[in-house]
């Protein structure tokens, strides 16, 4: 297919076009900067826009994928504003809402009080423990990262293993509110004693969402069989 342009201003991509001397082709645009620019926007605007209709379509819906889509959305956006939140917080905070999850979720047989900050220390050591047993003789450490955009990297996690060993733990939680490197998962993944479980932010938002730590129900809706 032939492309035609009208040219409004001789700048130094167009004359480059002129000076082709023929009709032009889409192949001709493709290493211009611009040219790149506007089709990866092109693309973004459509596929943000495939996603929103695929997530909520009227006319092919039944009421209760309606339903399920919304819970979706609402979730996302939730998920969202929690993480934006505790990237705000301090550090000590953080570390202490970490263990309140952690003691939703059933840890330290669900009580707070079997979880322990510890004294902030250098980095690599460990940010709370937590009791498994009241006497304490075996016990998860725990290492809460509160960063806003840079991943976790494998240094940090081989530090807060040898924190662990070093403790004599067999048991390790690795928070934060960003991500984990490929590195840093593989190397969590390949150890097998201590074990470590890496929990990334999104991971987190949705736990307190599950455990309802931070969150609170603002409605309930019944629906009945007939």
């Not at 001397?21 to 900067?33: C, I, N, V, Y």
Request: proline residues 3%; aromatic residues 4%; negative net charge.
């Amino acid at each position: 297919m032939t492309t035609f342009l009208k040219v409004t201003a001789l700048g130094p991509n167009a004359k480059q076009l002129l000076d082709l001397a023929r009709p032009l082709k889409q192949s001709d645009l493709t290493g211009f900067e611009q040219w790149k620019e506007h089709h990866v926007e092109k693309l973004t605007k459509s596929q943000a826009q495939q996603e929103v209709s695929s997530e909520i379509n009227t006319e092919d819906s039944t009421p209760e994928d309606l339903i399920e889509a919304g819970v979706r959305m609402i979730k996302e956006q939730l998920v969202s504003d929690l993480l934006e939140q505790m990237r705000k917080m301090d550090p000590h905070d953080f570390e202490s809402l970490v263990l309140d999850v952690l003691a939703a979720m059933g840890y330290g047989g669900g009580s707070r009080i079997a979880m322990q900050g510890v004294p902030r220390g250098p980095d690599g050591g460990i940010d709370g423990k937590i009791n498994e047993d009241k006497l304490g003789l075996d016990q998860i450490y725990m290492q809460a990262k509160r960063y806003a955009e840079n991943s976790v990297s494998s240094e940090k996690v081989q530090a807060f293993v040898g924190a662990m060993t070093s403790g004599g733990c067999r048991k390790g939680v690795f928070v934060t509110t960003s991500r984990f490197t490929a590195d840093a998962i593989k190397i969590a993944e390949g150890i097998r004693d201590p074990r470590l479980v890496l929990v990334d932010g999104e991971r987190l938002a949705e736990l307190m969402i599950e455990h309802g730590v931070g969150v609170q129900t603002k409605e309930i809706i019944r629906i009945s069989n007939a």
